[in-house]
């Protein structure tokens, strides 16, 4: 059975600190690029990082980088999303998606527009983050 669960999110002030960690099983995790996404009320889901399967390369949103850092550790087939420095504008649901990676194809390069929707094999639950001000 394809798992992909996403944990970790909660409340927390603004300039705090969390970690979302994105736990994948019932697929080979190193043939797929990990992606974190995020969706506010009202606010259609986009992309927040990335992280490709075959060298790590490591993508950010603009409104995240330099706070947000995104890493994975392929022996627990986990990717996680270190998040400092929290603004209440980043409240949302987060969600993690892997996307198949051939040596032509990254996926990571869209993570910024929609097309993960149709490129990503799986999705989490999503884990909701709630920052306050």
């Known amino acids: 059975e394809v798992q992909l669960q996403a944990s970790g999110g909660g409340l927390v002030q603004a300039g705090g600190s969390l970690r979302l960690s994105c736990a994948a099983s019932?697929?080979?995790?190193?043939?797929?690029?990990i992606g974190w996404f995020r969706q506010a009320p009202g606010k259609e889901r986009g992309g927040v990082s990335c992280i490709s399967s075959s060298d790590s390369s490591t993508y950010y949103a603009d409104s995240v980088k330099g706070r947000f850092t995104i890493s994975k550790d392929n022996a627990k087939n986990a990717v996680y999303l270190q998040m400092n420095s929290l603004k209440p504008e980043d409240t949302a649901v987060y969600y993690c998606?892997?996307?198949?990676?051939?040596?032509?194809?990254?996926?990571?390069?869209?993570?910024?527009?929609?097309?993960?929707?149709?490129?990503?094999?799986?999705w989490g639950q999503g884990t909701q983050v709630t920052v306050s001000s």
């Open positions: 019932g697929f080979t995790f190193d043939d797929y690029a």
């Open positions: 998606a892997a996307a198949p990676q051939g040596q032509s194809h990254i996926p990571c390069l869209y993570f910024g527009t929609n097309k993960w929707e149709a490129l990503a094999d799986y």
